[in-house]
């Protein structure tokens, strides 16, 4: 018999970690045309192991509204993460930033 194996297995995956400054990379669709739009904020959880880990990247936008997005590791959607910035934190969830406003919620000083 073969061994199949799934090719999203051998691809690299960033190591994210909370606190993390990450850019990413989204494949966008607009009628026939394809696109790729980044999404630039701080990582708050990550969520799961091997073929269905998750990540929540969460960034401020205009006017100071917050934005929250969730995906697969292994999203087709998503083109590439860059890590921007390590930064080192003791808790593994970070939604207390959520209850922040101003700098404090951009994790620049997390």
Do not use: C, H
Request: proline letters at 5%; aromatic letters at 4%.
């Amino acid at each position: 018999m073969e061994d199949t194996k799934d090719t999203t297995e051998n691809t690299k995956e960033p190591v994210l970690s909370p606190g993390d400054l990450v850019r990413v990379n989204v494949k966008i669709k607009e009628g026939g045309k394809e696109r790729v739009q980044a999404f630039e904020g701080t990582v708050i959880a990550l969520k799961g192991k091997g073929g269905s880990a998750m990540f929540t990247v969460r960034k401020i936008a205009t006017g100071g509204i917050g934005v929250e997005r969730i995906w697969p590791m292994r999203s087709p959607a998503i083109e590439s993460i860059k890590v921007l910035k390590k930064r080192p934190q003791k808790r593994a969830k970070l939604y207390y930033i959520r209850a922040l406003s101003g700098k404090e919620a951009t994790g620049a000083k997390l």
